[in-house]
């Protein structure tokens, strides 16, 4: 059984940047999408960027692009989310996503396998 482990939340100030990390266990994941998302309460899970797993093609909601950047480590089985920056709305709960296949879909109900979250906390 797969398992997905985030890390790398804290709080930080605005302008700051962090780097979360999701590491998996269980299974290797080098050919398989990998994405991060974030969710606020009482809101949608809302998608960030993905990364396919063979060629590392990457993707960007527009609202992230030239801020973040996602990428991946196979060997480490460990995908990445670098944050620049951070804005007081970027605070929220950071998920990351994976699925069975290298199929990159931009949508939460695409992936089936999901970390805990990590909080990270912009103040301004």
């Known amino acids: 059984q797969v398992q997905l482990v985030e890390s790398g939340g804290g709080t930080v100030q605005a302008g700051d940047s962090l780097r979360l990390s999701c590491a998996a266990s269980g299974r290797t994941l080098s050919n398989y999408a990998m994405a991060w998302f974030r969710q606020t309460p009482g809101k949608a899970r809302e998608f960030l960027a993905a990364?396919?797993?063979?060629?590392?093609?990457?993707y960007y909601a527009d609202s992230v692009k030239g801020r973040f950047t996602v990428s991946r480590d196979n060997a480490k089985n460990t995908a990445y989310l670098q944050m620049d920056s951070l804005k007081s709305e970027d605070t929220a709960v950071y998920y990351c996503a994976s699925r069975y296949d290298d199929t990159v879909l931009l949508g939460d109900w695409a992936f089936s396998i999901w970390g805990q979250g990590t909080q990270v906390t912009v103040s301004s």
């Open positions: 990364i396919s797993g063979r060629r590392g093609r990457t």
